[in-house]
């Protein structure tokens, strides 16, 4: 893992290295991005923004999404974020050119991370990847995977049901091993030994996945791999925050449904305090 795309280079010399990570999905699913920076940069402040009212975005078109992505970063930016994260595998699939352009600090994206992650899991190079039908339509994985390694073979799958399942708290239900079974039937008959988990959602379906899929296929976590790719590039950049006090968390959400609190917590892993209502 070594270079990483920003817009403008050099411009990560006038951040703060005490300002916050901005995180941004597009509903909670990218809580599973901010798990995995709690525990691996412990030391890291976040404002996270998810699209509560809007999500979601999985089976929306591609203007819409990019003028909803484009309003988020911008939200972010004044917020004097250090480091923007699309956790949004569909906002980074058809917008992540677009934050990067509008952006003065660096941009990472789950996509990114989760190539080079499914490229490194994988011995076969037979990947298969997972996601929202927008993020399968727009070939974005296929594009980020063959840029490092034009000889990987993918076979791609959307997976429109995981979404309303994952929401539904069917993590370990008959029905959501059914939905897995019938999709990844064709993904696995093309002999892959690793598997992308190419959807916000998705950490939360591993263990059921892993019976599906069985012992020999890797599955991909970008979210795991998101934190790495983060770690990484703040050590580069000289980034990472030099004081060792706890870190704040702040979560923007422009709307808070039904059982806001019991999904938001299952993805986080742990309570979700400093709820703020954006109104759009
Ligand atoms: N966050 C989306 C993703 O990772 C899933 C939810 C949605 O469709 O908005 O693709």
């Not at 988990?197 to 939360?204: A, I």
């Not at 983060?230 to 808070?256: C, G, I, M």
């Amino acid at each position: 893992m070594g270079a990483f795309p920003t817009t403008l280079p050099g411009m990560s010399e006038h951040l703060d290295p005490r300002g916050a990570i901005g995180v941004f999905d597009s509903g909670v699913g990218g809580l599973t991005v901010v798990r995995a920076l709690m525990e691996r940069l412990p030391f890291e402040s976040i404002h996270y923004f998810g699209d509560t009212a809007r999500v979601p975005y999985g089976v929306k078109s591609v203007q819409t999404i990019a003028h909803y992505t484009t309003q988020i970063a911008e939200f972010l930016l004044e917020k004097r974020v250090k480091l923007l994260i699309i956790a949004c595998n569909t906002m980074a699939a058809v917008a992540a050119q677009l934050v990067r352009d509008l952006s003065p600090t660096p941009v990472l994206d789950v996509i990114d991370a989760g190539a080079v992650s499914a490229l490194a899991a994988s011995r076969s190079k037979r990947i298969g990847v997972i996601g929202t039908p927008t993020t399968i339509n727009s070939n974005a994985y296929a594009r980020a995977i063959h840029g490092i390694d034009p000889e990987a073979r993918l076979t791609s799958q959307a997976c429109a049901l995981f979404v309303p399942l994952v929401e539904e708290g069917w993590l370990d239900h008959p029905v959501t091993r059914l939905t897995a079974q019938e999709y990844l039937k064709p993904v696995l008959a093309e002999n892959i030994d690793s598997l992308v988990l190419g959807c916000t959602h998705y950490p939360l379906l591993k263990p059921l996945l892993r019976d599906v899929v069985g012992p020999d296929v890797a599955l991909v976590d970008s979210a795991e791999a998101m934190a790495e790719q983060t770690a990484a590039l703040l050590a580069q950049r000289n980034l990472s925050n030099p004081e060792r006090t706890p870190p704040t968390y702040h979560f923007w959400v422009t709307d808070v449904p039904l059982r806001f609190q019991t999904i938001g917590e299952r993805f986080l892993g742990r309570g979700l305090n400093n709820v703020h209502v954006v109104q759009w």
